[in-house]
């Protein structure tokens, strides 16, 4: 409190309580930029219990427009991996259409919010995985044409 009243954004009255005076700053819902692999790492392992759930939801709500968009992603994710490249915006613009078919703007929105840290690092896992066998490539990728499969047959 003692912070939110140096900022400004609330007052204290004495005998009455405190009250907002003013709304936040949006800055202070940036995310701080990744700084460290731990970084990548927990953004990670907050994914992993974000995406799966708006993948079902996609699942169950998703629109033509919506399977269309996702399809192309994953599209322009195979074109990428047929000629050697990262492929990163490609992958990110399918996890982005996934969000989308949700039809909940707290996924999409997020999402687009955790780009520059999605982007961090999927840049670095997917240069690890182009150094790997074209085997392992292929494990990675089918990962995403699995779930673009279950999405289409509105498989949660």
Same mark, same amino acid.
């Given at each position: 409190?003692?912070?939110?009243?140096?900022?400004?954004?609330?007052?204290?009255?004495?005998?009455?309580?405190?009250?907002?005076?003013?709304?936040? %700053?949006?800055?202070?819902l940036e995310?701080?930029?990744?700084?460290? $692999?731990?970084?990548v790492q927990? =953004?990670? @392992?907050?994914?992993a219990g974000? @995406?799966?759930?708006?993948?079902?939801?996609?699942?169950?709500?998703?629109?033509?427009?919506?399977?269309?968009?996702?399809?192309?992603?994953?599209?322009?994710? @195979? /074109? =990428?991996?047929?000629?050697?490249?990262?492929?990163? %915006? @490609?992958?990110?613009?399918?996890?982005?259409?996934?969000? %989308?078919?949700? /039809?909940?703007?707290?996924?999409?929105?997020?999402?687009?919010?955790?780009?520059?840290?999605?982007?961090?690092?999927?840049?670095?896992?997917?240069?690890?995985?182009?150094?790997?066998?074209?085997? /392992?490539?292929? $494990?990675?990728? %089918?990962? /995403?044409?699995? $779930?673009?499969?279950?999405?289409?047959? =509105?498989?949660?």
């Amino acid at each position: 409190m003692a912070r939110l009243r140096e900022d400004g954004v609330v007052v204290s009255r004495q005998g009455s309580g405190s009250y907002v005076k003013k709304q936040p %700053d949006m800055a202070v819902l940036e995310l701080a930029p990744v700084g460290s $692999i731990g970084d990548v790492q927990r =953004c990670f @392992e907050f994914r992993a219990g974000l @995406e799966p759930i708006a993948a079902a939801l996609a699942a169950e709500r998703w629109e033509p427009a919506d399977m269309e968009k996702i399809e192309s992603a994953m599209e322009a994710l @195979e /074109h =990428c991996l047929s000629i050697g490249i990262l492929g990163v %915006d @490609e992958d990110q613009s399918l996890h982005e259409a996934i969000a %989308d078919a949700t /039809h909940n703007q707290y996924y999409a929105t997020l999402q687009r919010q955790l780009r520059p840290h999605i982007t961090a690092g999927m840049s670095i896992t997917r240069s690890l995985t182009l150094r790997r066998t074209g085997e /392992h490539i292929r $494990i990675v990728q %089918d990962e /995403h044409q699995s $779930i673009v499969k279950a999405l289409r047959k =509105c498989d949660a």
